[in-house]
């Protein structure tokens, strides 16, 4: 038996194109699949290091102090004054969760202890300062 090679335009109309298809959808959704999903800070900030290994809680709700002392919480940058009221508020409805303050590296530490100090004077139960450990 004789197998004769297909033609030219016969082996173009043969390529299969469902492999090729499928392989871009599964790298589309690696693309997705692997990018964060979480909502950036609204105020660029790079934490402090820390020997410390404790692990905190995954999504917790965050004051931000930026480098320049500008203050974000819940959603927006706030005056320092404004930060005792929405503390309070937050404090109200957080049972059991705890408040993460993170600040920059290049922040002024006092403006930092002062942020603990309002968070302490609404009545946050539990507020942490956020710290990258050592290393990373």
């Known amino acids: 038996m004789k197998i004769r090679p297909a ?5 173009a109309r043969d390529i299969d194109m469902v492999p090729m298809i499928n392989f871009a959808f599964l790298l589309l959704i690696f693309v ?3 990018g964060v999903i979480a909502a950036p800070d609204l105020l660029p ?3 402090p290091r820390s020997a410390a290994q ?6 917790p709700d965050t004051v931000v102090v930026d480098a320049s002392g500008r203050i974000a919480f819940d959603g927006a940058v706030i005056e320092p004054d404004e930060l005792l009221r929405r503390a309070q508020v937050w404090a109200s409805t957080a049972g ?3 408040l993460i303050v993170k600040a920059d590296a290049g922040a002024d530490a006092q403006r930092v202890v002062v942020v603990l100090e309002v968070l302490r004077a609404a009545g946050v139960a539990r507020a942490s300062l956020m ?6």
């Open 54 to 59: 404790a692990a905190l809680d995954p999504t």
């Open 45 to 47: 900030v790079q934490p």
């Open 32 to 34: 997705i699949l692997s």
């Open 7 to 11: 033609s030219g335009a016969r082996a």
């Open 96 to 98: 059991d969760r705890a």
């Open 131 to 136: 710290t990258v450990q050592r290393g990373r």
